[in-house]
């Protein structure tokens, strides 16, 4: 486990994997976990993630992905995938997974059901499907930051196909629709990106204080 | 620092917090250097944050995020904007920025620029803005993922009027549109959330595993 400060400053997005290193169980299982405990509004988690190990599969994905290295040299292929609909269904479930968690009746949670459906009806289904994707994107912060923690390599990766992702990924069946992915491993030693400086706005350009 | 998973065990989206406690400068600046050095697409971090301290206009935010009481009991209230339009002249100084890191010419970045303009320029000013926001969101997971590390109280929130908070800022101007905020501190005693389990879908329902 690397010093915060120093683990991102380690960190850079991986071109070249060493494809002969895999996680192990024990790494693999930090990083969904960490996904698993980021937060999401209300606790909804709208999202599924795809973990990809198979062979025939990264190949296709690459395909799918402009060819890029990463995809078949890195340890694991791990895409983000956010619902298309925030329905009732959807809110349903977590009331029922809420109610489990706190011994709680599902329906002394009526009012909490309600707002959160109040909530979601009063938005378009193109803004649903963009917060539920923002939701995403905090569980890859929390899996990208965990992984520079851990000495993990991490690439995250927004240039794919999505439609053609979703096809090979069945995630159209699932009313999910793919929207970044991560893969991860460890660098390898050709990567030349390694070596060159980070490039970030200063603290002046990025934060505004009002003291 | 915390081991991580008892870190994201220990964490909550925090309700109330202790108002006489402060984050020292050393930890303040551990935050604010892990949303700086998060990654973002190509690096371009098309995105601004916001430090609130300053007593009134915390009261201001608070009327305009419905009276939640961490806008003024949290010892910072930190807003993340996206740019509204990613233009050239974005793209632009952060070639300027790529050049002066890496003590590069920005001639020799210009097929760097020109893929990035050619991608942007194929998006709707709608489409940029959504894809700013999300890399603003991984800022904020790193945020997130980085207070908990250092043990200390963190609750993102997306209930408040953003064009509220756009004008009490002047991000208006700025060409900045406030997408989400992460109030900072320590949690109070009192907080009755503390306490309540953790609700999260199981492996099995979030992941999917090609193996």
């Not at 340890?75 to 956010?82: E, G, P, Q, R």
């Not at 965990?146 to 690439?155: H, L, P, S």
Request: charged share 25%; net charge neutral; glycine share 4%.
């Amino acid at each position: 486990m690397k010093e915060i400060h120093e683990a991102y400053a380690w960190r850079y997005a991986t071109k070249r994997f060493d494809a002969t290193r895999k996680l192990s169980k024990e790494q693999l299982d930090k990083l969904l976990s960490a996904a698993q405990m980021a937060p999401s509004s209300y606790g909804l988690q709208p999202f599924e993630i795809m973990v990809v190990e198979k062979d025939d599969l990264r190949k296709q994905l690459q395909e799918a992905a402009y060819g890029q290295p990463q995809l078949t040299e890195a340890s694991h292929v791990i895409v983000f995938a956010a619902n298309k609909k925030v329905h009732e269904a959807l809110i349903d479930s977590f009331v029922q997974r809420v109610a489990k968690t706190r011994g709680q009746s599902t329906e002394s949670l009526q009012d909490f059901r309600n707002m959160m459906v109040g909530s979601v009806s009063g938005k378009t289904e193109q803004e649903r499907f963009q917060w539920a994707a923002r939701q995403a994107y905090i569980a890859l912060g929390f899996l990208l930051s965990t992984a520079a923690i851990e000495g993990i390599d991490a690439c995250p990766m927004e240039g794919f196909n999505n439609a053609e992702f979703d096809k090979l990924l069945n995630l159209e069946q699932k009313g999910l629709h793919s929207v970044v992915m991560a893969t991860v491993g460890f660098r390898s030693t050709d990567d030349k990106y390694a070596a060159l400086s980070k490039v970030r706005k200063t603290v002046d350009e990025l934060y505004t204080f009002y003291k």
